[in-house]
């Protein structure tokens, strides 16, 4: 079982391990001054557009403001 964790998201929404349950979830952890990181985004974008009607859920936390 994946811990409870609850998240903020750009827009002030709050999202929580209870909002994911039961769903399939992408997470991809990043850090702003990291290059690949930053590299990796838009075909991950790509990826958030391509399966926005399936039920994925994409999370992409950081620890930065």
Do not use: H, Y
């Not at 209870?18 to 985004?41: A, H, Y």
């Amino acid at each position: 079982a994946f811990p409870d964790f609850e998240l903020m998201s750009l827009d002030g929404t709050s999202v929580s391990s209870k909002d994911i349950e039961g769903k399939i979830v992408l997470f991809n952890f990043w850090f702003t001054s990291c290059r690949p990181c930053i590299q990796e985004m838009p075909e991950l974008n790509e990826l958030v557009e391509e399966f926005k009607d399936s039920g994925i859920v994409f999370i992409a936390p950081t620890f930065n403001d």
